[in-house]
C-alpha cells in the first residue's frame, strides 16, 4: 500500500511530459530486487503499450510531449532520422511483432516510413540496455570491494547489523568506456543509429570518452551530454567536423594515442571501434596504432556493420590489419546487433 500511494504521488510529482523519467520513478519505487528492476521495462511497456483500446493515450491525463527535431541536425548524417511530421512525432512502436521487426532492419535498408520508428525504439532500448549496465558495474564493484569477514565483526558491536561495511585493499579504477565511432562516406548509412547508441551510453555511465573520425579526429564527449539528442547534434553540427569523407583508421588511431591515450586508456577501459574498416591508409600503420592501444585497454570491440552481410568477409587489408588485435569482432548493422553488446561488456 505504501509503495503504491508512494508511486501515485511521484506520478503526480513528475507528471507524463517527460516518459523516460516517469519510468525511472516507478522503477525506483516498485522495485526492490534486482530482479524487479529487470522485469520492470518489459511490464512497464507491456501495460502502457498503445497497441489496444485501453492505451496509454486513454489512460493517461496528459500526453507525452514530443520534441520537434530541427531539420538542420539531419544533414550531419544522411536521411532525416527523427521523425518526418508532427504527427510521427509523438508515435510509440507498438506490437511485439513491429519491434522484433524493427529491431532486425539493417540501417542502410530501413524505408523512410520506418526511420521515425526505428529511431525511437532505438533511443529507448539502448537507453534501458546502458541504464543495465551502469547498474550491474556499481553492484559489482560494491561485491568485489566489500570484506565480509570485518564487516560481521565490525556489526557485533551493533546488535549483529552491518551498518557499517569493511572493503577489501585498495578502491579498484572505475571502468571506463571509449567509443571510436567512424564518420566517413562508407558509414553515412549507420552513423545516426550508432551516434545514438554513444548518446545512450553517455546517459547512465559517467566515464564514457567519444571521438568521430573520417581523416581527422574530433572528440565530442562533453556534447553527447547534452540534455536531448538533438541538442547534441546541434552542437556536433558547430564543430569542425568532416563527415562523409574519406577513412584514414590509422591516422585517427595515430592522433589519439597522441592526444588522448594516456589519459582515457587503462586497465579499467573497454575501447569500442564502430566501423566498417575500409581505410584508404597504409595497413601496418593501423595495425601498429591499434596496437599501443590494445596494450593500454583491458578489451577491444570491434563492431562492423558489413559483418551483418551473409557473404562479408574481413579481407580488406585495412580489417585484416586489425583482427589479430581486436577481442570482439561483431555486426553493428541493427538494432538487435547493438543490444547484443551488452553480453560483452
Given amino acids: 500500500m505504501q509503495q503504491t500511494l508512494a508511486a501515485l504521488d511521484g506520478a ?33 511497456e507491456a501495460f502502457w503499450s498503445p497497441s489496444g483500446p485501453d492505451s496509454r493515450e486513454n489512460r493517461l491525463p496528459g500526453k507525452p510531449v514530443a520534441r520537434k527535431p530541427q531539420a538542420d541536425h539531419q544533414r550531419l548524417v544522411g536521411p532525416p532520422g527523427e521523425a518526418n511530421s508532427e504527427a510521427n512525432e509523438g508515435k510509440m512502436v507498438s506490437g511485439a511483432s513491429s519491434q522484433q521487426r524493427l529491431k532486425k532492419m539493417d540501417f542502410s535498408e530501413a524505408p523512410q516510413t520506418d526511420l521515425a520508428a526505428l529511431e525511437q525504439l532505438s533511443l529507448r532500448l539502448l537507453r534501458q540496455m546502458s541504464l543495465r549496465l551502469s547498474r550491474r558495474m556499481k553492484i559489482n564493484h560494491l561485491v568485489d570491494r566489500v570484506d565480509l569477514r ?30 571510436f565511432l567512424d564518420i566517413s562516406g562508407s558509414m553515412n548509412l ?31 564527449s562533453d556534447v553527447l551530454r547534452a540534455q536531448s539528442l538533438s541538442d547534441a547534434l546541434g552542437r556536433i553540427s558547430d564543430k569542425a567536423v568532416e563527415w562523409s569523407g574519406g577513412t584514414r583508421i590509422g591516422g585517427a588511431l595515430a592522433e589519439f594515442n597522441r592526444r588522448h591515450g594516456r589519459r582515457v586508456l587503462s586497465r579499467a577501459t573497454t575501447f569500442i571501434i564502430l566501423s566498417d574498416g575500409w581505410d584508404t591508409g597504409a595497413p601496418e600503420v593501423l595495425a601498429a596504432e591499434l596496437q599501443k592501444a ?33 577481442d570482439v569482432f561483431a555486426p553493428a548493422h541493427n538494432l538487435e546487433s547493438l543490444l547484443a553488446l551488452e553480453k560483452h561488456l
Fill in 294 to 326: 590494445r596494450r593500454r585497454a583491458d578489451k577491444m570491440i570491434w563492431l562492423n556493420p558489413l559483418l551483418g552481410l551473409k557473404e562479408y568477409q574481413p579481407v580488406t587489408r585495412g580489417m585484416s590489419a586489425a583482427l589479430p588485435w581486436v
Fill in 12 to 44: 503526480r510529482v513528475i507528471g507524463v511530459a517527460d516518459w523516460e523519467l516517469f519510468a525511472f520513478a516507478l522503477r525506483a519505487v516498485l522495485c526492490s530486487s534486482q530482479g524487479e528492476w529487470e522485469l520492470f521495462d518489459r511490464v512497464f
Fill in 190 to 220: 549507420y552513423s545516426l543509429f550508432l551516434l545514438r547508441f554513444a548518446y545512450a551510453l553517455h546517459k547512465h555511465f559517467r566515464r564514457v570518452d567519444t571521438f568521430l573520425f573520417s581523416t581527422s579526429l574530433v572528440e565530442v
Fill in 150 to 179: 570485518r564487516s560481521i565483526r565490525r556489526s557485533v558491536t551493533r546488535g549483529g547489523d552491518p551498518i557499517l561495511l569493511a572493503y577489501k585493499g585498495r578502491k579498484p579504477e572505475k571502468k571506463r568506456l571509449v567509443i
